[in-house]
């Protein structure tokens, strides 16, 4: 995800995604310590596994972790998460932008 590509729409999810420390110390896990399957990243950042699982969801929405289910060698299927590569540049012109296509605009 590039920022000169976002949406209005795109913009408030990706920072709606990241305004929670949670979803921060999510992201900065999985981006020091690569991916990781849902019960050991809510050990190492010492969550419940359903609040991880809500945290995880709303940075998936914003593309900003991607998922992948996978069968371990027991037959347990393990849901690996990943950061997804991206980069948000935020200047007035690029916020100027992104309102001129808000879908969800605000009553006057």
């Known amino acids: 995800m590039k920022s000169k590509h976002l949406t ?6 990706a920072l709606a995604a990241l ?3 949670h979803r921060l110390r999510v992201v ?5 310590g690569g991916r ?4 050991q990243l809510a ?3 010492n969550i419940s596994r359903p609040l991880l699982h809500l945290h995880l969801q709303k940075l998936q929405d914003a593309g900003l972790v991607t998922s992948q289910l996978e069968l371990s060698a027991d037959g ?3 849901n690996y998460f990943e950061a997804a590569p ?5 200047t007035p012109a690029i ?5 001129a296509t808000l879908t969800n605009q605000p009553e006057k």
């Open 43 to 45: 050990r190492e950042l």
């Open 86 to 90: 991206f980069a948000i540049d935020l």
């Open 28 to 32: 900065a896990a999985l981006s020091s």
């Open 36 to 39: 990781n399957y849902v019960s």
């Open 95 to 99: 916020i100027a932008d992104a309102v």
């Open 8 to 13: 209005g729409d795109q913009l408030l999810a």
């Open 19 to 21: 305004s929670n420390p």
């Open 76 to 78: 347990k299927a393990l």
